[in-house]
């Protein structure tokens, strides 16, 4: 049997092609995680911004009875007679 150029090439299209498949399948899979991963990591963002909002908040409300209890000590001392 002679084995000529079509034959190789056949073979090698044989070859390939399942390589091919596995690739794109592959590349397919990774897509499919990347977008998962994203759609977890902007749930996890979303939750990071709201704690940093409610800590703000609460550093706020914190400072904002700071100053009011300074401002009654003060008062307070300002009352006093020596």
Request: charged share 35%; proline share 1%; hydrophobic share 40%.
């Amino acid at each position: 049997m002679n084995i000529g150029c079509c034959h190789i090439a056949l073979a090698l299209v044989i070859i390939i092609l399942p390589l091919v498949a596995m690739l794109t399948n592959r590349t397919f899979k990774a897509e499919a995680r990347v977008t998962k991963l994203e759609k977890k990591n902007g749930a996890e963002q979303k939750q990071i911004n709201e704690l940093k909002l409610e800590v703000e908040k609460k550093n706020d409300q914190e400072l904002r009875e700071l100053t009011e209890l300074k401002a009654r000590i003060r008062k307070l001392e300002g009352g006093k007679h020596e």
